[in-house]
């Protein structure tokens, strides 16, 4: 297998506006960004992404661009992004950012002058028709919306602020990879491709047997002839991560993606997880992953993830948040770092910070948590009821402030913060988990000096074993010089197994592990342990 610094790297995800506010402003900025890398290095971390930090109206959080070679104000200036580029490279880290080039925002010059007539140049820059098909959006019930200027619908996969563009045209192809260049020309390291398997539109846009499965949205003939075009004009160029965000992309389709003899992206995040398995679910959870192991190994690359700004804080979603915070999530950290692919950590992750419950949809912010409110409303239910469906998955369980010290705000900002702090922040933040040796921060710490240590942790074949057992979770990694075993009791309960067909407690050497128990053959709730055989 071929070496990469982007399969040996760790990522980072810097959600900004809720990283750390240096102006009082209540967003969090590209200049707190700055403030806080030597504590992102401390962690071990090589890679850095940051979300969208372009001009946008900000309807869904910057992922509705007004003009892609800007910085939004909220984020900061020109000068400060390079700055920000500056000091991470001045700290042996790289920076990716999202590509967010499906949709721009309603407000794009290019939008309003495509919706200013039926004959105007830019009409065909986005996607227009005269009637509707019966498909839903991401973010509302019709992927369609009547423009009565110039009586036509335009075609939205998320909010009805953020239409689509229209791939098959070339020009619009070229425009994006001009772009794509003025970023890398400034100094960034890839990219982090937003919806990107979405670009290709089914022909003729057919109406849907069932159309709550949105799944026609992505994944449709065409893709693969934009994303090798994106490749031989731009990326190839370049030495860069590229990591797409594969929707509705299955494991056997995966390769199509990035097998590197294709010339298309590196490395993907698919959603067989984070979209599919709302509770943790151990026997889908080891399935998902041995598929995509086998479909990809020697060939592409898997990213490993369990959260992100859209999808709530694994603790509180796979783990344990009364009883068991902190041992769940060293447990899943270690799952996360020993599972083949680039592991990425969402900020606060690395201190188990959890999902919030504010009291009412006033205090909650998301665009597709909103509407899908706002629908739901519509439909004389119970608003209560449906408030309460929605909390579990609400974007905004991972998107309020990161929880810096116990001081007003969570050391956030000296303002009002644009979205309220997790009242937990005065037992979990980041000077309480600096000062604990024991703490989840230097949990992850450990792991990543491991897999810097150890390219086993990269490299080596996975091979799973106790595959029905809907506990624990024990695979083999092995390289060739080295072979190691990982078990995991993802479970509330001991668990005690015969490990001797496996491994010898006695010998083998133990490398981490998150109890400090005599070795047994019981596992505490969630113990996690990585022996060298
Ligand atoms: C991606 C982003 C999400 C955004 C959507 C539309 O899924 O991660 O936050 O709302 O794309 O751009």
Redesign the pocket.
């Known amino acids: 297998m071929d070496k990469t610094w982007w399969k040996e790297a760790v990522v980072y995800q810097v959600y900004w506006r809720s990283f750390l506010d240096s102006d009082g402003d209540g967003y969090g900025d590209l200049e707190g960004v700055i403030q806080k890398l030597d504590y992102i290095k401390s962690l071990g971390v090589d890679v850095i992404w940051l979300?969208?930090c372009f001009e946008s109206p900000d309807v869904?959080?910057?992922?509705?661009i007004s003009d892609y070679c800007a910085v939004m104000p909220k984020a900061g200036t020109m000068e400060t992004f390079q700055r920000l580029i500056e000091e991470i490279h001045a700290r042996d880290m790289k920076m990716i950012m999202?590509l967010?080039v499906?949709?721009t925002s309603d407000q794009h010059p290019w939008f309003v002058e495509s919706r200013s007539s039926q004959d105007n140049p830019k009409r065909d820059w986005y996607i227009w028709r005269n009637e509707p098909n019966n498909w839903r959006s991401?973010?509302s019930p019709s992927t369609w919306e009547y423009d009565e200027k110039t009586g036509q619908y335009y075609f939205h996969?998320?909010?009805v602020e953020?239409p689509d563009l229209n791939w098959k045209n070339p020009e619009v192809r070229e425009e994006i990879y001009r772009i794509m260049k003025f970023w890398l020309d400034r100094g960034i390291d890839g990219f982090r491709m937003?919806?990107i398997a979405i670009l290709a539109k089914q022909d003729g846009f057919p109406d849907a047997e069932n159309p709550e499965d949105i799944s026609y949205l992505g994944n449709n003939p065409g893709i693969h002839e934009y994303l090798q075009e994106m490749n031989e004009k731009v990326l190839q160029h370049y030495d860069l991560l590229t990591v797409g965000?594969l929707?509705f992309v299955k494991a056997e389709e995966g390769p199509l993606y990035v097998d590197r003899e294709r010339k298309e992206l590196h490395t993907l995040f698919h959603f067989e997880v984070c979209d599919y398995m709302e509770n943790w679910d151990m026997l889908q959870f080891k399935s998902i992953q041995k598929r995509w192991y086998e479909s990809l190994w020697g060939r592409g690359w898997n990213s490993q993830f369990l959260n992100?700004?859209?999808h709530t804080r694994l603790v509180t979603r796979f783990g344990n948040v009364s009883t068991y915070r902190e041992e769940s999530a060293k447990c899943f950290a270690t799952m996360l770092h020993t599972l083949p692919g680039t592991p990425y950590i969402y900020q606060g992750e690395e201190i188990g910070m959890t999902g919030v419950r504010f009291d009412s949809i006033e205090d909650y912010n998301d665009?597709?948590m909103k509407n899908k409110y706002k629908e739901e409303i519509g439909k004389r239910r119970d608003p209560q009821t449906v408030f309460e469906e929605l909390l579990p998955l609400a974007?905004d369980n991972s998107r309020t402030p990161m929880q810096w010290d116990a001081n007003k705000n969570a050391g956030f900002t000296e303002g009002r913060p644009w979205i309220n702090i997790n009242p937990n922040y005065k037992e979990i933040n980041v000077e309480e988990a600096l000062q604990d040796q024991n703490s989840i921060y230097y949990f992850y710490k450990k792991l990543i000096e491991l897999r810097k240590q150890n390219q086993v942790m990269i490299y080596g074949t996975y091979e799973p074993v106790l595959e029905d057992d809907e506990e624990i979770y024990a695979y083999y990694r092995e390289d060739g010089q080295e072979k190691w075993l990982v078990i995991l009791n993802i479970s509330e309960e001991d668990a005690e197994r015969d490990w001797s067909q496996f491994v010898s407690l006695e010998d083998a050497e133990l490398l981490l592990g998150n109890y400090d128990l005599p070795r047994s053959n019981t596992l505490a709730p969630y113990e996690a342990r990585i022996y060298r055989l």
Do not use: T
């Not at 869904?60 to 509705?64: E, L, Q, S």
């Open positions: 979300n969208p869904d959080n910057g992922y509705d999202d967010v499906n949709h991401y973010f996969s998320f909010a953020q937003d919806a965000e929707a992100n700004h859209d665009i597709a974007r």
